[in-house]
């Protein structure tokens, strides 16, 4: 039976709501470079390497998945939101046109409620907190179950940055003891979510009768022509993988390569530390990897290859660092691999005319990940026209490490995000990176201008005057 909401959580929440409010309240009319230099507090204080390194291994450590060695070099996505705030103005008039009389002005959102992933205990918080504190917003962080100490400790490192620039500190509160009942309820009585994690999270923010930002599943999918960069291209396809041993869903799922280059492109992926699995090797991973249900198994989740072999029954070299799986002509709901993997593992498929890689890319789409990332490796601007315009997906990475670079990168112009929206898709509200414009209300304010009024004969040009029966 699932567990009810108590009155104690009722209290505990309705108390976190009223002292957020009043910690909004006491920020309401901060100037632009008092909100920056609140930003800059937190950025720093959650974000300097000694801090977020600790904060970031222990998240590995509490939730059991994950690569304690690199999580740490996430901190640059905090470097990256804080860049993005500076620059964009959150009070007061935020944005002036002139020709159409019009000017809008920037106020809070709100009390946003913010459920973390177990996969970013330590780097979700401040990603989310910068933005949201220099929109004049209060957060309440909803943790997982898994990783509830590492959030918690994170929200206190960001309360302590509030103090230090005077700032209320309950611009940021998190939930001690989480559970499904209570991160429910503060949907239903904050003012917007931002859902970042699984679908039954996401669904549940959609359902909870407030304004929501959810994701959708991810099932990156990769093509690579022939006039790729094979070094290049298996170089960052290796990088995107194991970053954080595949816990994102931008990691690369889904290799497709053109069939004259596919030989020396597996050569070049192995060359990066890739293992060709054989059939029998195959079977046995689909077997370790999803249960009965179709779901993904816990013990094989965002970890070595080498654990997701144990697990399945075989071993592989240690110097190993990813695996890979030939599955040409197998996608659909039957058939695992064409799904998300979620590890440091990756299905291989070639074609030979690029109108057959974009007919698998459709039929992976379909199967699952719609909505959300695809990247290509290519020099041909027709094929990668081609792809962005079939692919459904909301962001399309040329040439980059597709895990490095959806959120955004320094060498990419993408919106750093801890959140990325999946359109209509994904059953989600926007396709875009979600960033601190998601997290303010505007007021447009219309002056008078010239008349704009195009003529009949303009609008309805061919169609104006005909006779119709």
């Given amino acids: 039976m699932a567990k009810e909401l108590t009155e104690e959580d009722r209290s505990l929440a309705a108390d976190m709501i009223a002292r957020a409010r009043k910690a909004m309240a006491e920020i309401e009319g901060w100037s632009q470079a008092d909100l920056d230099r609140l930003s800059q507090a937190i950025a720093w204080y959650a974000g300097n390497e000694k801090t977020f390194t600790r904060l970031a291994e222990q998240g590995v450590d509490e939730s059991g998945i994950g690569d304690r060695a690199g999580r740490p070099a996430k901190r640059f996505k905090i470097q990256m939101v804080l860049r993005d705030v500076l620059r964009t103005p959150s009070t007061g008039v935020v944005e002036v046109d002139e020709a159409k009389g019009l000017a809008k002005y920037a106020k809070p959102a709100g009390v946003i409620a913010s459920l973390i992933p177990m996969t970013n205990p330590a780097m979700t918080p401040p990603v989310t907190g910068v933005s949201s504190a220099n929109a004049r917003n209060a957060v309440i962080f909803s943790p997982h179950p898994r990783t509830a100490q590492t959030t918690w400790e994170m929200t206190e490192v960001m309360r302590a940055a ?7 500190e ?4 998190c939930v001690r003891q989480p559970s499904i009942p209570l991160t429910q309820h503060l949907m239903e009585k904050c003012d917007l979510t931002l859902a970042t994690g699984g679908k039954p999270m996401v669904k549940a923010a959609y359902s909870s009768g407030r304004p929501a930002y959810g994701v959708g ?22 990088i995107s993988k194991t970053s954080d ?18 030989d020396d492109m597996v050569v070049a992926l ?13 079977a046995l991973l689909e077997k370790a990897m999803w249960d009965e249900k179709g779901n993904r198994t816990f013990p094989t989740i965002a970890c070595k290859p080498q654990q997701t072999a144990d697990v399945a029954g075989f071993s592989i070299p240690e ?39 974009l007919d698998t890319v ?29 692919a459904p997906v909301s962001r399309m990475m040329v040439r980059q490490p597709q ?44 002056r008078p201008i010239a008349e704009d009024r195009p003529s009949e004969e303009e609008l309805f040009g061919e169609f104006y005057g005909q006779e119709i029966a």
């Avoid at 309950?170 to 509160?173: M, S």
């Avoid at 599943?217 to 290796?238: C, F, L, P």
């Avoid at 192995?270 to 195959?282: F, R, S």
């Avoid at 459709?362 to 079939?390: E, F, M, P, Q």
């Fill in 162 to 168: 509030c103090k230090a620039v005077g700032a209320p």
């Fill in 170 to 173: 309950d611009l940021f509160q």
């Fill in 217 to 238: 599943a991810g099932n990156s999918s990769i093509v690579i022509d022939e006039t790729a960069d094979i070094e290049i291209a298996a170089q960052n396809t290796r």
């Fill in 245 to 262: 041993f595949g816990s994102g869903c931008s990691a690369d799922g889904n290799i497709i390569i053109q069939k004259s280059i596919y």
């Fill in 270 to 282: 192995q060359a990066e530390g890739g293992y060709l699995c054989n059939d029998e090797e195959k």
């Fill in 319 to 357: 110097d190993r660092k990813f695996l890979m799986v030939e599955n040409q002509g197998q996608i659909g709901p039957q058939h695992k691999f064409s799904k998300e993997k979620l590890t440091t593992l990756m299905a291989l498929y070639h074609f030979d005319t690029f109108d057959d890689a």
């Fill in 362 to 390: 459709r039929a992976i789409y379909n199967t699952g990940g719609k909505g959300h990332s695809c990247g290509i490796y290519s020099h041909n601007d027709a094929n990668i026209d081609a792809l962005a315009r079939v």
């Fill in 403 to 446: 895990s490095k670079a959806n959120a955004g990168a320094w060498t990419n112009g993408m919106p750093m995000t801890s959140s990325l929206g999946c359109g209509i898709w994904g059953g989600n509200i926007t396709n875009e990176n979600v960033t601190m414009k998601h997290m303010m209300n505007y007021t447009w304010v219309a």
